[in-house]
């Protein structure tokens, strides 16, 4: 596996060239791994980039321009050896385009580019997808960072309870994701408050997905310390948390533009929640910043 490393006085974070996201973020300073580093009989994923589409299609399918396509959940871009277009001690940038593959699945041209810049306090994480072919471009692209909650908190996990904190009270329905896709809500999730208590029943209906989010920035803390992940996310529709049932080892935010289909969803791409829609030639762009308090 190919790994391109960036490295400053506080960080030495590593990166694949296969799905281009993260394998480690270690800090020097507090010789802490914040990074989920994988597990089979857990979750081996890491950091995947989720392209051109996120999360479930029903069963599988889309439609575009009169015939079906099928797609894996969270697309074809995690899967996908990228190119290194630059990189020096403190940023890497890699990109991805279509190819006779994509085009058996995805009948779009385009130039996806991810760079990660590696800052004082985090990192920051830039989109860049452009259209280069001559009709409209439909996709949509996020993040799905896992943070290993006992490489981070340590033995203050015992002392107080870990929790996810928004920076503005939230008004949000939360969206409940089964097997086949959205299936359901419980409104006013969020009700004026701004903190979720990761507990062992959080996450036994899956993800949380709010869509439109108010808030620009996240927390993910512990009360028995001092030590916090913070994601600053403003422009982004929505935002999922995801974890394991039970005492859950990891908990990953995930800004998106976009989700799951609804699971009575039957039309056509361009109608598909969330979706974004990019003309020929145009250039949609978005970032995220995680900083390490």
């Not at 506080?10 to 799905?19: M, P, T």
């Not at 009169?66 to 899967?79: L, N, T, V």
């Not at 359901?184 to 989010?213: M, Q, R, T």
């Not at 009575?264 to 762009?285: A, C, H, V």
Request: glycine content about 10%.
């Amino acid at each position: 596996m190919d790994l391109v490393s960036l490295e400053n006085d506080k960080f030495k974070v590593s990166l694949k060239a296969f799905g281009a996201e993260f394998a480690t973020i270690f800090s020097k300073e507090y010789n802490i791994e914040y990074l989920w580093q994988g597990d089979p009989d857990i979750w081996a994923g890491q950091s995947p980039l989720l392209f051109p589409f996120i999360g479930r299609l029903v069963d599988g399918v889309y439609r575009y321009a009169g015939s079906e396509y099928r797609m894996p959940k969270h697309g074809f871009a995690r899967h996908s050896e990228f190119e290194v277009l630059s990189r020096s001690e403190t940023s890497v940038a890699f990109k991805l385009c279509q190819s006779p593959k994509t085009i058996s699945v995805y009948p779009f041209k385009f130039d996806l580019r991810v760079r990660y810049d590696l800052l004082e306090d985090g990192v920051k994480v830039s989109y860049s997808v452009s259209n280069t072919g001559q009709k409209e471009m439909y996709f949509s692209i996020g993040a799905h960072p896992g943070f290993d909650l006992n490489s981070i908190f340590g033995d203050c996990r015992s002392k107080g309870g870990v929790y996810v904190e928004f920076d503005r009270p939230q008004h949000l329905d939360r969206w409940y994701v089964g097997n086949e896709g959205v299936d359901g809500f419980d409104k006013n999730y969020l009700d004026g408050e701004s903190v979720i208590e990761i507990d062992g029943e959080l996450f036994k209906d899956d993800a949380l997905i709010f869509k439109s989010p108010t808030a620009k920035a996240v927390k993910l803390g512990c009360k028995g310390c001092g030590r916090a992940v913070k994601m600053e996310f403003e422009g982004f529709t929505h935002f999922g948390l995801w974890g394991k049932p039970g005492d859950t080892p990891f908990v990953c935010l995930e800004p998106w533009f976009g989700l799951d289909d609804n699971i009575d969803f039957r039309g056509p791409l361009n109608q598909k929640e969330g979706i974004i829609n990019l003309g020929p030639e145009k250039i949609f762009s978005s970032d995220f910043v995680i900083k390490f308090l």
